[in-house]
């Protein structure tokens, strides 16, 4: 049975393509086919290809499903800046149907996992009164929230969990990503969010010399997700 999951993080940069990526490693390791999904990127290079994000590619490179770059990118923009404001400035109405229609099509590949990354956190903006979480709710997608580790993120990982849950949707797992190794009290920290998360923690990465999609694997168990090979 195909299973499909949403991954949204509690803000911008904290490694939701890292933990995505280490998830379908994790997935093909099993044994599963895999595909993936970043509906709308920013902050894109411009190629003889045309435009490419970087974290669509490293995407693109833990699908074991045959896809082109445009089927797990479609909207690729070049300003590093919000996606609604990089649409807006292309021309481009950036609504929840632009971005529905072509994540479905990488659902009804049926892998036997599916990765779908949103952009930044749960209540980016899309076109006018729009946000990421309304394309989440549309498809009816269980959630899985990283949560980038550093002062701060109890407050915006227990707000994301209560917003996915006012939205209607599963929280089916979370994971803890230490962006700031820093962080004062970190196993504090850590247990707090455990307490504090109502669904499962997927697993802890700490900062990582080298965060490849293996390494980021191996500290993860989509055991948890009612995954297995």
């Known amino acids: 049975m195909s299973k499909v999951f949403f991954v949204t993080g509690t803000d911008t940069e904290i490694g939701k393509t890292t933990i995505a990526a280490g998830l379908l490693y994790a997935a093909r390791e099993a044994g599963l086919s895999t595909a993936a999904a970043k509906p709308v990127a920013s902050g894109c290079e411009k190629t003889p290809q045309g435009l490419r994000n970087e974290d669509a590619l490293a995407l693109l490179e833990q699908c074991s499903i045959t896809l082109s770059y445009d089927e797990v990118n479609p909207l690729a923009f070049a300003p590093a800046i919000a996606p609604h ?42 076109a006018g ?64 969010l455990a307490e504090r998360l109502p669904a499962p923690c997927l697993g802890y990465v700490p900062r990582l010399k080298s965060a490849g999609a293996a390494a980021v694997a191996a500290c993860l168990d989509i055991s948890l997700l009612g995954i297995e090979g």
């Open 85 to 126: 404001l990089a649409a807006r400035e292309a021309g481009v109405v950036l609504d929840v149907e632009c971005l529905r229609e072509p994540v479905q099509r990488v659902i009804n590949k049926a892998a036997d996992f599916t990765v779908v990354e949103g952009a930044g956190g749960w209540r980016v903006p899309l």
């Open 129 to 192: 009164q729009a946000s990421m979480s309304d394309l989440v709710v549309s498809l009816k997608l269980p959630v899985i929230l990283v949560v980038g580790v550093r002062l701060g993120c109890i407050n915006h990982a227990v707000l994301s969990a209560e917003a996915i849950a006012a939205d209607g949707l599963e929280l089916a797992g979370w994971v803890a990503n230490v962006v700031d190794p820093k962080t004062s009290r970190l196993e504090e920290n850590l247990a707090t």
